[in-house]
């Protein structure tokens, strides 16, 4: 079963048409893995997928259920508590980590499933607590974001968004503001949750990484969707403006 399907959005800032007709779906479990160059639109895909950006024109259901769409040229949203649980479907792990500075690790993960969610407090701190340990990071619940490093955030960002129990998460580009060796930390406790059978969406220019994982590549660029398929498909793609894109990374690749 489909958990998102994205029918023919169009986004544009002023004149600039970041996103053309695009139209993707993701079941459930599946890892989707969405490439191309900056610029591409890729991260605004994700925000309208999200809705962290308002799209133009196009549709957006989660499990069936629309969640925003648009009728004769007018947004339409599903009503408030239908939109609240089609939320609760999805995480977001962002580049910048946006952990709040002033919580502790332990806050910064229970937070939203406490007082949002409104789950049982011992019951979350003890999957908290599970997750910490999953993400190495066992002995940093007092912490604060400022004492840890960029790749420590990253993993409190990812063990954050999965304390909500979402059905899918999205990434993007989860290590655009690491050094390659903490870069290499994150990607490994990604990959670690292929086994939760949790659908994701990964924005990324870590190539080899996004072969190794997916089921599904999309190669984008300016605004559409290029190319798609199988990472075996993708990666050895005959199509000039996919092999333009992926020769840059011959040696990572090889």
Not at 227 to 234: W, Y
Request: charged share 25%; glycine share 8%; proline share 4%.
């Amino acid at each position: 079963m489909s958990i998102l399907e994205i029918r023919h959005i169009e986004k544009a800032f002023g004149e600039l048409q970041v996103l053309k007709d695009i139209s993707l779906s993701v079941t459930d479990g599946e890892i989707l893995s969405i490439i191309g160059p900056s610029g591409s639109g890729k991260s605004t895909l994700l925000r309208c997928a999200t809705m962290l950006e308002t799209m133009d024109q196009g549709e957006i259901c989660y499990q069936g259920k629309k969640a925003v769409w648009t009728d004769g040229g007018k947004l339409c949203w599903a009503p408030k508590k239908e939109l609240k649980e089609i939320r609760s479907l999805y995480g977001l792990v962002f580049q910048n980590f946006n952990l709040f500075p002033h919580y502790s690790v332990m806050k910064n993960i229970t937070d939203a499933p406490i007082h949002v969610q409104k789950r049982n407090r011992d019951e979350v701190m003890s999957e908290a607590r599970e997750l910490l340990k999953k993400m190495g990071l066992e002995d940093k619940a007092d912490a604060y974001p400022c004492q840890l490093s960029g790749g420590q955030c990253q993993r409190v960002a990812i063990a954050r968004a999965l304390a909500l129990n979402p059905q899918i998460l999205f990434f993007d580009e989860p290590t655009s503001a690491l050094d390659p060796e903490l870069t290499g930390e994150v990607l490994k406790v990604i990959r670690s949750l292929a086994d939760l059978n949790i659908a994701m969406v990964i924005v990324t220019h870590e190539m080899a990484f996004a072969r190794d994982i997916s089921d599904r590549v999309i190669f984008m660029a300016d605004g559409v969707i290029v190319e798609e398929g199988t990472p075996e498909e993708v990666f050895a793609s005959g199509n000039e403006r996919t092999q333009s894109f992926l020769g840059r990374y011959g040696n990572i690749l090889k």
